[in-house]
């Protein structure tokens, strides 16, 4: 599974790459990280073009950051396009907590989860983690 990393979260993937790696979750799954900038998305991309993107491409798009407000929002645009085979998005509950361990286990171990029962989300518009 690639899970595409919003902007807003670009410095903790090597965090989460490791706690994956080290509580042995890269053992069982496939897992790849890849930034907007990689994925060949500007940072100011609107969160429509953003969610096509992930969408159309089969990633989890993993963010903290994506709000309601206008026309272009993340939650507008899963209200009006998201559909019984969408994929779901992960959003952080709390990105400042992210530098604890103990929490980043936690949204580590949920988006392993995800990942590994990934049927069972499509649909489901948002996911909260941990």
Do not use: H
């Not at 799954?29 to 429509?48: H, K, M, P, Y």
């Not at 209200?79 to 992210?98: H, M, W, Y």
């Amino acid at each position: 599974m690639i899970i595409l990393v919003d902007y807003n979260l670009t410095g903790y993937v090597i965090l989460f790459q490791g706690t994956l790696a080290v509580d042995g979750w890269l053992d069982l799954l496939s897992i790849r990280f890849v930034t907007l900038q990689e994925a060949g998305l500007a940072t100011d991309t609107n969160d429509r073009i953003i969610w096509r993107f992930a969408q159309s491409n089969q990633m989890l798009l993993l963010t903290a950051n994506r709000n309601a407000k206008g026309e272009d929002s993340l939650e507008q645009t899963i209200r009006e396009e998201g559909a019984s085979t969408s994929l779901p998005v992960i959003t952080i509950g709390n990105l400042d907590r992210l530098v604890e361990r103990e929490y980043r286990e936690q949204c580590s171990a949920r988006l392993a989860d995800i990942v590994l029962s990934i049927e069972n989300y499509l649909g489901v518009s948002r996911l909260f983690i941990p």
